[in-house]
């Protein structure tokens, strides 16, 4: 199986001006596993809603197992 799908990301909106992205990471191999918040970053990012390159890139990031 290809690491395909392996992490994720969540996103949460805090209070209307600050965005919270979370990286998650697939329990299991079957395609239907949960995905849940990677123990390494359970802070999360705190983002400004507005910061949309910002946003995107810790999307990126977090899609990629790479969200710091």
Known sequence: MANYGRYGARVYLMDGKKILVYQTIKRGTAQNAPYVVFPKTQTGVFLNISDDK???GAV????????P
């Open 54 to 56: 910002g946003i995107a």
């Open 60 to 67: 990126r990031d977090a899609l990629s197992g790479k969200l």
